[in-house]
């Protein structure tokens, strides 16, 4: 079974960084897409950053410039390096993955249990 375990979440104060962390186990064959996403009290879940196999990136207009997705590929995690933090970054994080499992010939989505990030005014 392929699993998502994200960390790195935490209480920061406004204008602090935080590095989120996401490790992709179980039986892998290839890891396509791989994005954060959150979802705040009483809001839905929206897209935070994406980054492709090709390390090609898009970022949600609310964080441009203060956050960055990165991965590596070796250790089949993924990161959201998130500066100047704000109130508004206040969520549950999570991760999410598109990967092909050697025991399912299907891709799927697999999501993380999700990391809290609560920022401080």
């Known amino acids: 079974q392929v699993r998502l375990v994200e960390s790195g979440g935490g209480l920061v104060q406004a204008g602090g960084s935080l590095r989120l962390s996401c490790a992709a186990s179980?039986?892998?064959?290839?890891?396509?897409?791989m994005g954060w996403y959150r979802q705040a009290p009483g809001k839905q879940r929206e897209l935070v950053a994406t980054i492709t196999s090709g390390v090609s990136t898009r970022y949600a207009e609310s964080v441009k410039g203060r956050f960055t997705i990165s991965r590596d590929n070796a250790k089949n995690t993924v990161y959201l390096h998130m500066n100047s933090l704000k109130p508004e970054d206040t969520a549950v994080y999570y991760c999410n993955a598109e990967i092909s499992d050697t025991e399912v010939p299907v891709l799927r989505d697999y999501w993380g249990q999700g990391t809290q990030v609560t920022v401080s005014s």
């Open positions: 179980g039986n892998i064959f290839t890891i396509y897409d």
